[in-house]
């Protein structure tokens, strides 16, 4: 039977021909800690601590995945850890769907930074101002693009400083610099990751972070 997916944005839902899966936040929640903190072994008491729910709950939620092949389940001694399955089809549709969801509450900034994206592949969101913008120092954007291109980016950063109430403190790599730095494990891109919002290039930035989601 072939494969078709529908998204139906306004109830959460991916709809295959056959299946019906609903992501509730919570499980968008799991879905990407699991998928962007991809250094660090999950199980059921590290996620329900993430999440804010009980251990049980957590356990439900993912067997739940795990029942629809979303993510692949490994013993390591008495523990069991849990990986995206990044070759399911739908385990990619559904963090998909997860990443632009996620980047919905992030209205505002997606619009600030949009005279960047007609040069750069990926644009992040991280820091303090992406948690709590009240009481952040300055706006912390991650951006991936030709290097040609980033002499400009800076340049337009620049110009619309004054427009802006807070400090832009912007980190510049390119696609390859940024694919070279994950794979060596950097702690600083390893950290913006794990909870940056992803402003632009989603479909981009699941090209290089599926490499580390299973595995």
Do not use: C
């Amino acid at each position: 039977m072939q494969k078709i997916y529908k998204l139906t944005p306004s109830y959460d839902i991916i709809t295959l021909s056959y299946t019906m899966i609903e992501l509730t936040q919570t499980e968008q929640k799991a879905l990407l800690a699991i998928y962007k903190d991809f250094t660090h072994f999950h199980n059921a008491n590290s996620l329900s601590k993430q999440l804010g729910i009980t251990q049980v709950g957590t356990m439900k939620l993912l067997k739940r995945f795990e029942k629809a092949n979303i993510i692949l389940s490994k013993r390591i001694g008495k523990s069991i850890i849990y990986k995206i399955n990044i070759e399911e089809e739908l385990a990619k549709k559904l963090i998909g769907f997860a990443l632009v969801n996620e980047a919905k509450q992030y209205e505002r900034w997606k619009e600030e930074f949009k005279f960047i994206y007609a040069s750069a592949e990926i644009v992040l969101f991280y820091g303090s101002a992406s948690r709590n913008y009240g009481q952040a120092k300055d706006i912390d954007i991650f951006i991936v693009q030709d290097k040609e291109d980033m002499k400009e980016t800076l340049k337009k950063i620049k110009d619309i400083q004054s427009l802006l109430p807070k400090k832009v403190h912007e980190l510049q790599a390119t696609k390859e610099e940024f694919l070279k730095n994950l794979r060596a494990r950097n702690e600083t891109l390893i950290e913006i990751i794990k909870t940056a919002i992803v402003l632009h290039g989603y479909d981009k930035y699941m090209e290089v972070l599926n490499e580390f989601a299973s595995f």
